[in-house]
Structure formats: C-alpha cells, structure tokens
C-alpha cells in the first residue's frame, strides 16, 4: 500500500463546515464559508475518485453535511428576520 495523501480540498472544505458552525448564523456573512465548504467538498470527493493514493473522503462529506446544514439554517433565520422586520413596520404603519 503506497503512502496516502489526504486530499487539501476535503480538508478546507471540513474546515470551513466547522467555522460555519461558528458564523453560520449571522446573516448574509455567515453563508460564505457554508457555501465554500459544500463546493470545496465536492471538488475533494471528485479528486478522490481520480486518484487511487489519496484519502480524506470523511473530511470532505463532514464538510459538505455541515456546510448545508448552517447554510440551510442561515437562510432559515434570514426568513425569519425579514418577516419580522416586515411584521414590526406593518404594526408600526397601522395597515
């Protein structure tokens, strides 16, 4: 068995999946790194399945999966805020 290389790409998609649980739900900012987690996971599985001495398949689904879960959830909440904010300035107007 020749000497495994862990793929970069799963990597940084793995560490940008753990920094969006950190900025994941600030809205508009914090859908970056979910958004480079997913693509960089992605780029890393499709190395993977070219190179027969490279590892980090778990890094880049890890990625991937918490890349889409804060992305999910951040666009979750930036629904939530812009309907509030709609509701607080009806409320306001009188309408």
């Not at 900025?23 to 190395?47: E, M, R, T």
């Amino acid at each position: 068995m020749a000497n495994q290389v862990t793929s970069g790409m799963a990597v940084a998609s793995f560490v940008l999946g753990i920094l969006s649980i950190f900025v994941g739900w600030i809205p508009f900012v914090g859908q970056i790194p979910s958004v480079l987690a997913i693509v960089f996971g992605f780029v890393g599985l499709n190395n993977l399945k070219k190179s027969e001495n490279m590892s980090g398949r778990t890094l880049a689904l890890w990625g991937i999966w918490l890349g889409a879960f804060w992305l999910a959830l951040g666009i979750i909440l930036i629904i939530i805020g812009a309907g509030w904010y709609v509701i607080q300035n009806i409320t306001r107007v009188g309408i």
